[in-house]
Every structure is written in C-alpha cells, then in structure tokens.
C-alpha cells in the first residue's frame, strides 16, 4: 500500500497512551480514504511497527474500492490483513495472489521491489489493516520475498484469538520476521474479560475495529489505537459492548534505531531515501516490474526541500525504585 507518513497528535490515558487516528486519501486519482494511526509525532514506531492503516468498512460500489498502482518499497515489509473483501497482489518478484479475510500477506521489499494492489470484482465491501513493519539496520537491504499464511483460530474462554505473526494464546505463526514480533487478530465476546499473557520485553499496540474495548483500565473506541509500555507479562481486555469487539493487537521488543520514513521508502539517511526515489523515477533494476497490471506506475512525489530527519521514539523516562 501506498502512503505518504505524517504526523499526528496523541493522547495519553491512565498507563496506557492513547493514539487517535488520522484520515489519509490513498493511492492516487481513486483515491480511498484511510484511518492511519502509526507514526504519530508523540510516536513513531511500536515494536518494528512503524505504519498502520485501517480502513472500511467501505461499500466499494460508492467508494470505488481499492486501486493502488504500482508502487516501489525498501527497508521494510508489508502486512495486509483483512476482515472482509478480497484484494489482488502483483509484485515484481512475480507474486500473483489474493489477500481473503483470515489470511496474510506478508511481502519483503528490503533493498526494493514493487507491487500493485486492487480490491477484486467480487468486493461488495472492502474493510482490513494494512501494515509495515521496519526492517533492522543489518537487513534492510534484504532480498524481496513474499509469505502467505492462514493462521487457524484459538478458541479462548470470551476470545477468539488468530496469530499471524509471532506467538499468542499458545499459538505460533511460522511466518519468518526479520525481529521479534507479534500480531493477532482478536474478537471478543460481548462482555468479555480475557486476560493473555504476553512477553514483558515487548511493548504492545492494540488497535481497535469495532466495539468499545477497555485495554489495562484504559477505554479505546474505533479507530483508536492503545499503546502499552515494556514491563507486563499480561494483558487485561473487557469489551465493554454488548455486541462482539474485534481488535488487532501489535507488538515487539523496542526497536531502537532512527529511521527516515518517506513515501513508500525507510532508511537511514536523507541520502538513502533521495537514492530510492531517483531509481524508482528512471525505471532502474532496483525495483522491478509488475506485470498484468492494465494501468501505469505511480509517479513518485516531489521531496523535500529540506534534508530529512531520523526520527526515533521518544526516549523513556528510567525507573525510579
């Protein structure tokens, strides 16, 4: 997916930080909109997650649905995963495949490639996540790949809990990650208390789709994104509707680098990111290409004027004993 990263504002609750989302047009001249909520200014990364877009539901035949043409990427992997519709993947590692609802699509583009991605024909309604994940220093140049996996579902006492990356609730993805992560898609009883536990080192980001879901004491609504600090070996979620809640629950040890996010690109430098929209500008090797798409690729932005800064998270407070 294509997106330009911007920041917004967040809010800070009782242990847990708050962040409220952002709506950002996507993809060009169809443009669809998107509810982004990583990176923030008051947040840049959670774990190596660094990018989250949540979208839908969308009636396609008002919205258009989705046409992302194609677009290169580097120094990062992608994640789609959806809760209803169905998309089609193209990338230039010759990848033809279908992100379903359950289903992942995880899609390396360390030193570049580049993709397409079109809600199908049979989309009434188009409504998922869509998400990067940093890749680290040492890997960042990584060779292109492309994973798909249909994790099963884990039946908990108030939860149905499905783990595409990393391990939860006795479960574990072999999906292959460059850094420790997780994620998982959560749908919660009305009602229902679940308390899961979770690794002490990870911070942790739970994004909420539907329902109103308090997160260790903290109320998230739609669209809102809580963010859990390093420390708990579990989590505490009630969903305080009377209607089934679904979530998405991110998370990973702190990712420590300064990276430059810009466009489509992560780096390290300014110079890194100018080097990767002149390849994609002149067509080079770098990239690839995508075939059977019927439309042209996406024209890279103008940059900035200015030399771009790493950003970082900011620093945490030490503890006091």
């Not at 188009?126 to 940093?134: D, E, M, P, T």
Request: glycine share 12%; net charge negative.
């Amino acid at each position: 997916m294509s997106g330009k990263a911007e920041a917004g504002p967040g809010t800070v609750g009782s242990g847990i930080e708050v962040l409220s989302a952002r709506d950002v047009p996507l993809g060009g001249p169809r443009a669809m909109t998107v509810r982004r909520t990583l990176p923030q200014r008051s947040r840049t990364l959670i774990g190596a997650w660094c990018f989250a877009d949540h979208y839908g539901p969308d009636d396609v035949a008002e919205s258009g649905g989705m046409d992302v043409a194609p677009h290169p990427h580097t120094g990062l992997q992608t994640v789609s995963w959806l809760f209803e519709g169905e998309i089609e993947h193209r990338d230039s590692l010759g990848s033809h495949a279908f992100v379903r609802p359950g289903e992942l699509n995880l899609m390396t583009g360390g030193h570049g490639i580049c993709h397409s991605e079109v809600s199908t024909a049979r989309t009434t309604v188009l409504h998922g996540v869509q998400l990067w994940v940093a890749l680290p220093g040492e890997h960042r140049n990584a060779a292109r790949d492309f994973q798909h996996h249909a994790p099963g579902t884990v039946h908990l006492d108030g939860a149905d809990v499905r783990v595409f990356l990393g391990t939860l609730a006795g479960e574990t993805s072999p999906v292959r990650t460059f850094t420790p992560l997780l994620g998982a898609e959560l749908l919660l009883a009305p009602g229902a208390t679940v308390t899961l536990p979770v690794d002490p080192a990870f911070e942790h980001g739970l994004l909420v789709d539907r329902g109103e879901v308090r997160l260790a004491g903290t109320l998230l609504r739609p669209a809102e994104l809580g963010y859990a600090a390093p420390g708990p070996d579990a989590l505490a979620l009630t969903n305080e509707s009377d209607a089934p809640a679904r979530a998405v629950l991110l998370g990973g040890p702190p990712f420590e680098e300064e990276i430059v996010m810009w466009w489509n690109f992560i780096g390290r430098t300014d110079g890194e990111i100018r080097r990767a929209r002149e390849d994609w500008a002149v067509a080079s090797d770098r990239f690839g290409e995508v075939t059977g798409h019927p439309g042209d690729r996406l024209p890279a932005p103008e940059l900035p004027t200015t030399p771009m800064k790493a950003r970082r998270n900011p620093r945490r407070p030490p503890r006091h004993h």
